[in-house]
C-alpha cells in the first residue's frame, strides 16, 4: 500500500501536468502540430507504448513522445509488487529470490533473440515493448535483492559482501561496457543483448557510486549541484524535449538551440518542482503517516536507506 501511495504522488502529478501544458500548448498553436484524441489517450491511460507500435502516422503534442517509457515503467509498478510478495510467501533467502528474478531477466533477453532473429520483428516491437524491456527494471530489483549496499549482510567469514567487488575497476568495467554498447552499430546486438549488458553495467556503476562515496566519482555524483539537479530530473525528462520542440522552428544554430534548451528545461523543471513535486510530496508524507497510509513495520536500516 504505501509502495504505490508514494509512487503515485511521485509520478502522476508533474506525468499529467506535462502532458496537460504540452496539449494545450498545441491547440493554441505556442507548439506547432495536431493532437489525436486516441494516440493521447494512450499516454493519459500508459499504453502509448504499445499504441506506437501497432499505429503509423499518430499525432501527439511535440514533445511527449518520452511517455513511452514511462508506460512500460508503470506497467512494471503493476506487475512486479504483486510478484514480490509471492515471492516473499515463498519463504527464500533474499538471494535466491533476486536469482528468480535473473531467471526472468534472462527469459526476456531469449525472448528478444526470438523477435529479432526468429520473426524478424522491426525496431518498434523490442525498442517499446513492455515485454521486451522490462527487465531494465528486473535487473535492478534483483540487485537490491542480492547486493544491495542498504541491506548487505556480513559473510561467514565476517567481511562485509559489499567489499567484494566495490573497487574503482568494476565501476571503471560498468562504464566501459555502457560506451561499448552505444558505439557497436550492429541491429541484431543492439535489439537483443545490447538491454542486458547496460542493465548489468549500470548496476555494477550504480553499486561502486554508492558504496566508494567518497572515490572521485562518489563526491562528483554527491556534489550540491548535481543533487539540485537530480531533485528535479524527472520533471527535466517530461519537459525537455517539449521544449525543443517548441524552440527549434525559431532557432536554426545548434549549439544555440542546446544551450538554450538546456537552460529552459531547467528552469521549467525547478518551476514544477516547486509547484508540483514539493506540495505533492507534503501531502504524501501526510497520508503515509495517517493510520491506513502505512500498515507495516520497517526495520531502521531500511528506513534509513
Known amino acids: 500500500r504505501a509502495f504505490y501511495i508514494r509512487r503515485a504522488f511521485r509520478i502522476l502529478p508533474i506525468f499529467y501536468c506535462v502532458l496537460a501544458l504540452a496539449v494545450i500548448a498545441t491547440w493554441l498553436g505556442v507548439l506547432t502540430g495536431h493532437v489525436d484524441v486516441d494516440a493521447t489517450a494512450s499516454q493519459l491511460f500508459h499504453y502509448f507504448n504499445f499504441y506506437a507500435i501497432t499505429h503509423d502516422g499518430y499525432n501527439i503534442a511535440p514533445g511527449t513522445g518520452v511517455y513511452w517509457s514511462l508506460a512500460i515503467e508503470e506497467h512494471f509498478y503493476v506487475f512486479f509488487p504483486l510478484a514480490l510478495v509471492l515471492l516473499r510467501k515463498s519463504r527464500l533467502s533474499q538471494v535466491r529470490q533476486g536469482m528468480i528474478l535473473l531467471v526472468g531477466c534472462a527469459v526476456v533477453l531469449l525472448w528478444r533473440l526470438f523477435l ?17 524491456r522490462l527487465d531494465g527494471l528486473l535487473f535492478g530489483c534483483a540487485a537490491a535483492l542480492i ?69 572521485p566519482a562518489g563526491r562528483l555524483l554527491n556534489a550540491k549541484p548535481v543533487a539540485w539537479f537530480g531533485r528535479m530530473s524527472y520533471g527535466f525528462y517530461l519537459v525537455h524535449q517539449v521544449i525543443i520542440s517548441g524552440l527549434q522552428e525559431h532557432i536554426s544554430s545548434r549549439a544555440v538551440l542546446i544551450i538554450t534548451s538546456l537552460a529552459l528545461s531547467t528552469a521549467a523543471a525547478w518551476m514544477l518542482h516547486l509547484a508540483i513535486e514539493r506540495p505533492a510530496g507534503r501531502l504524501r508524507s501526510r497520508i503515509l503517516r495517517s493510520p491506513w497510509g502505512i500498515n507495516q513495520i520497517r526495520s531502521p536500516q531500511v528506513v534509513e536507506a
Do not use: M, N
Not at 165 to 179: D, F, H, M, N, Q
Not at 193 to 209: M, P, W
Open 116 to 132: 529479432v532473429y526468429g520473426e524478424h520483428s522491426l525496431q518498434l516491437r523490442t525498442y517499446y515493448g513492455t515485454d521486451t
Open 147 to 215: 547486493a544491495s549496499p542498504a541491506l548487505d549482510r556480513h559473510a561467514k567469514d565476517g567481511t562485509p559482501r559489499q567489499l567484494r567487488w566495490t573497487s574503482w575497476p568494476v565501476g571503471a568495467a560498468g562504464l566501459g561496457i555502457i560506451l561499448f554498447s552505444l558505439v557497436f552499430r550492429d541491429e541484431g546486438f543492439r535489439e537483443t543483448v545490447r538491454y542486458t549488458i547496460q542493465s548489468v553495467a549500470i548496476v555494477a556503476c550504480l553499486r561502486y557510486v554508492i558504496v566508494s562515496a567518497s572515490s
